[in-house]
């Protein structure tokens, strides 16, 4: 990723990755594989509904290890989450966020 990026401000063009190419095929807007500290693996995929709305969806290697999440952009750097695990569980959160 890190060499893609660079690639890019050079202006060498486009991407070699395997997952941004799996990512533009199937229209989303991020595609991630990721490891704990304990090895475990989780895929997560996340799409831009419009300007205000980013929803994601991971799935873990141990069972019930998924989640859904959603988050609302409601202005001035405050943002709504909602999360829902494959357990039935919920939860929601405010949240502040400044890009400097």
């Not at 594989?33 to 419009?50: F, H, I, M, Q, R």
Request: hydrophobic share 35%; no cysteine; charged share 30%.
């Amino acid at each position: 990723q890190l060499a893609d990026a660079a690639a890019q401000l050079a202006g060498a063009g486009g991407t070699t990755s395997l997952l941004d190419n799996l990512r533009n095929a199937i229209g989303i807007d991020d595609l991630d594989v990721t490891t704990d500290e304990k090895g475990g693996t989780a895929v997560s995929a996340g799409k831009y509904l419009n300007d205000r709305t980013y929803v994601t969806i991971q799935k873990g290697d141990k069972p019930g290890s998924g989640k859904a999440t959603i988050d609302l952009d409601v202005g001035k750097g405050v943002k709504l989450r909602g999360e829902a695990n494959d357990a039935g569980e919920a939860k929601g959160g405010v949240f502040y966020e400044r890009e400097y």
